[in-house]
């Protein structure tokens, strides 16, 4: 596999459900993100890692809870969530650390449609 | 961060040039301007970004105004494979480096038409 990829590419949850949905770059960056896409609103930043660590958090609330285990692997544990959570959520990376800025192009996944009953 | 200002929509033939314009007033002089692009059902992709001068590459051209308040995006000949929407986004390019999430805008929804 080459690039981004997340799993899974659809899911229906209820509001007491959890779930986490994963993410994965074959692409030796450092760097990975997830963002937020409702219908009609621009992606919104939600988590960044550098390295392993949590680099931004942007005022997300408590039922979403990222975890990144290694630089490859990147997760997004859901749990109690409401119907207006329901969006698109993509996951990106950049090779970050070293990089100049302006050359630190972003690698997206083809996201997950995520439907809250 | 500085803020761009973009089209809601185009229109465009297939096989005929595009200008995508992006305007960015406030635009600071480390700011990059760079361009992605969402294809239906998909991530965004990047397309290219530049600082002063005009860029090309494979997918695209970016033209810079002299007093890089705005910018345009150039599609040589548009195919209906480039029917997306079109993002101007602008980064600080002395950050500190390392990650550094984008703030995407509403963007420019581009239609080929055959």
């Known amino acids: 596999e080459t690039g981004v990829t997340q799993t899974p590419r659809h899911l229906v949850m209820g509001m007491t459900n959890k779930k986490s949905l994963k993410c994965e770059q074959h692409?030796?960056?450092?760097?990975m993100y997830w963002y937020k896409q409702s219908a009609k609103k621009p992606l919104e930043l939600m988590f960044v890692?550098?390295?392993?660590?949590?680099?931004e958090n942007n005022s997300v609330p408590s039922r979403f809870s990222p975890e990144c285990p290694n630089s490859s692997h990147l997760f997004l544990h859901l749990h109690t969530l409401q119907p207006e959570d329901s969006a698109l959520y993509l996951c990106?990376?950049?090779?970050?650390?070293?990089?100049?800025?302006?050359?630190?192009?972003?690698?997206f996944g083809p996201g997950t449609r995520l439907t809250v009953l | 961060d500085a803020k761009t200002t973009q089209p809601n929509s185009m229109e465009s033939n297939e096989e005929e040039p595009v200008h995508l314009p992006c305007n960015h007033s406030t635009i600071s002089g480390t700011d990059y301007i760079h361009w992605y692009r969402q294809l239906p059902s998909q991530g965004p992709e990047y397309v290219i970004h530049g600082l002063t001068s005009n860029v090309n590459n494979r997918m695209a051209s970016l033209a810079i105004a002299e007093d890089r308040k705005s910018s345009t995006l150039i599609l040589h000949r548009a195919t209906l494979r480039d029917a997306a929407v079109y993002y101007c986004?602008?980064?600080?390019?002395?950050?500190?480096?390392?990650?550094?999430?984008?703030?995407f805008g509403k963007g420019t929804h581009l239609i080929i038409q055959p």
């Open positions: 986004i602008l980064r600080d390019g002395y950050s500190g480096g390392g990650a550094d999430g984008l703030t």
């Open positions: 990106a990376s950049s090779q970050d650390v070293r990089g100049r800025p302006e050359d630190n192009e972003q690698f």
């Open positions: 890692y550098s390295l392993e660590e949590r680099v």
């Open positions: 692409l030796g960056h450092n760097a």
